[in-house]
Every structure is written in structure tokens, then in C-alpha cells.
């Protein structure tokens, strides 16, 4: 019993110390998707969609919950965030190439209908980023919409 209450309070003494360590934080600001906004028009109902659900790992900018200041909750997160912009960064939008920009969107439509964007770790505590079966019809109209503009754009070669 005694080595087990040596065990948990080194524990504790380290989940302390972790608590003064964290990871970088996305800490940009909605200005850096003005250009992916302008160039896709998205509807009203599309625009919200988008700042509630897909901003948070898929732009520079993230709004932390308070539970973000946890260390290893911390981590966690950042990795979801980082994860997320691998694949898909709004903020980024003018460094992709017309026909990256279509491939995006088509990745877009298929995920979101298959209802695996947002993620359910996400929704689960943001309830306001579940996408209703009208939002996926709205955000999939507009995504064929933008996706069309794409091809009559004319390619590099």
C-alpha cells in the first residue's frame, strides 16, 4: 500500500509539473480565410456552417475551450488541429492550385455527406458544428457550385 501512494503521488507531482507545458497554439485570426471566402461565396447559412464547424482544424485560427489548458488534453488537440490542416487549411487557400482547390472540395463533399466531417470527438462537445441533413444538402450544393467554377477556370499547363 505504501509503494502505491509513492506511485500515485509521483504521479501526481508529474501531472503538476506537465501543466506548465504545452503545445504552439493556432492562434491566427478569421481575416487569413477572407480570400478561400471570396473566391467560393459561400450562402449565409454555408458561411456559419463553416465557422462553426470547420475553422477550428482547418484554419490558422482555433477558439480554444477552457479544458484546452490541460496538458495532455493539450496535445491531443493540437494534434487534431495540426491533422486537420494537413489536409484541408482555409487560411492557405491562394497556395493551392485550381485543380487542388477542386480536389479539396470534392473531398469535402464526400466526407460531409458521408457525415464523417465534422468529427464526432468535435461535435460530441461543439453540438452547434452538428450538421443537420439540410446543412449537408446546403454545404453540398454550394460545394458543386464551386466545384463547377473550377473547371471553366482555365488551367496552367
Keep these: 500500500m505504501k509503494s502505491l501512494k509513492k506511485i500515485l503521488m509521483l504521479l ?67 494534434e487534431h488541429v495540426n491533422d486537420g490542416k494537413k489536409h484541408l487549411d482555409f487560411s492557405k487557400w491562394n497556395s493551392y492550385s485550381i485543380k487542388k482547390k477542386d480536389h479539396k472540395f470534392e473531398e469535402l463533399i464526400e466526407l460531409v455527406e458521408a457525415k464523417e466531417m465534422p468529427l464526432e470527438s468535435y461535435t460530441l462537445i461543439h453540438t452547434n458544428a452538428k450538421l443537420s441533413d439540410a446543412d449537408i444538402v446546403s454545404v453540398k450544393e454550394w460545394a458543386e457550385h464551386v466545384r463547377i467554377k473550377f473547371t471553366l477556370m482555365p488551367q496552367p499547363e
Design 12 to 78: 501526481l507531482v508529474v501531472f503538476v509539473i506537465a501543466q506548465f507545458f504545452g503545445p504552439e497554439q493556432n492562434t491566427g485570426d478569421l481575416v487569413s480565410v477572407q480570400p478561400f471566402l471570396e473566391e467560393t461565396n459561400p450562402p449565409e447559412r454555408v458561411a456559419a456552417i463553416l465557422e462553426e464547424g470547420c475553422y477550428d482544424c482547418h484554419s490558422s485560427y482555433t477558439r480554444y475551450p477552457w479544458y484546452n489548458k490541460i496538458t495532455p488534453v493539450n496535445y491531443w488537440m493540437a
